[in-house]
């Protein structure tokens, strides 16, 4: 009880203002980690340098973590292109080879009306994703993607397709 009478006379506690938090923050960052999958099925840095050129052209599929949406990319030395197994959402990118075994995706455009029109769409617009290959085998490779703005990185697998 002293404590109390001690504030009251300093005026009494303060409540902090409370904030308004979105209700769609969650569903909003797990769609741009979503995004994110499908830019960062991509390059990077590798123990074997030399390694990494095999996979700057060809074709690679990978499955999402998130929500098991299987992705194939068509890779040229200029532009990758992702298709959505799923949705059929195709997903166009221009890659800037940093070296061997990292690039830069910047994105271009995509089909699905619904994304064309979200917030997700002019963040993933204006930021780079950042891909490094961490090891190589002849039928896959490791990765680690993060974007420009983000601080989670993805690691994942992706396989060369035949």
Partial sequence: MRLGRKLKRLGGLRQAPTVRRNSLLLP???????YIFFFLAF???????????????????????????????????????????NSGSVTKARIHWVSDCEYE????????????????????????????ILSTSKDYYIFESSMEGVKRKLTDTLFVLK
């Fill in 28 to 34: 909003n960052m797990l769609k741009i980690s979503s």
């Fill in 43 to 85: 390059f990077g840095c590798s123990v074997h340098k030399s390694s990494c050129k095999q996979f700057h052209i060809g074709k690679f599929t990978g499955t999402s973590d998130f929500d098991g949406a299987v992705t194939v990319i068509e890779r040229s030395d200029s532009l990758q292109i992702e298709t959505n197994k």
């Fill in 105 to 132: 995706l910047n994105f271009i455009e995509q089909s699905n009306d619904t994304a064309k029109r979200s917030e997700i769409h002019s963040y993933i617009q204006s930021h780079k994703l950042i891909t490094k």
